[in-house]
């Protein structure tokens, strides 16, 4: 198992994925590339009201909100980069504004060659509390033909 790829969004189950990868890749000797995917749904998460109206408003200042998601995600990345310390890490941050989330991921671990993706059970937009899985990684783990590690 050469790459492991590990989509995150700064959730509790996402950073237990990142630490699962980094044993899986420590015992195995793989690559792990860690992925933030930026979408509307993301980029919309900075404003309190829903995203049909942030969509539908022409009064947002809309390459500031980008900016915004940009460096927050940069953000992401660097801390999981510090949190898999020595192993060996790349940080990808995959702008997609048109595409479906899980859809991103699996085209991107199509892309990069990745062996294994693993990623959280629910991530920050899911309803973890009534969810066993929220519906990225459930989306993942129907349109993949890769292997996923689901962490909880």
Not at 93 to 110: C, D, K, P, Q
């Amino acid at each position: 198992m050469k790459t492991i790829l590990v989509p995150i969004d700064g959730s509790a189950n996402s950073e237990r994925a990142l630490l699962k990868a980094k044993e899986l890749a420590d015992c195995l000797g793989s690559k792990i590339i860690v992925l933030n995917v930026i979408s509307v749904r993301s980029t919309v998460s900075y404003y309190h009201f829903n995203a049909r109206l942030a969509q539908d408003s022409m009064a947002l200042d809309w390459p500031e909100i980008i900016k915004k998601t940009k460096a927050d995600s940069q953000e992401l990345l660097d801390k999981a980069k510090e949190m898999l310390g020595d192993s060996n890490v790349e940080t990808v941050m995959l702008e997609e504004y048109g595409e479906e989330m899980a859809r991103s991921i699996v085209n991107f671990a199509n892309e990069c060659g990745a062996d294994l993706i693993v990623m959280g059970s629910n991530g920050l937009g899911s309803l973890s509390k009534r969810l066993y899985m929220g519906s990225v990684t459930t989306r993942v783990l129907h349109i993949t033909d890769k292997p996923v590690l689901v962490i909880q």
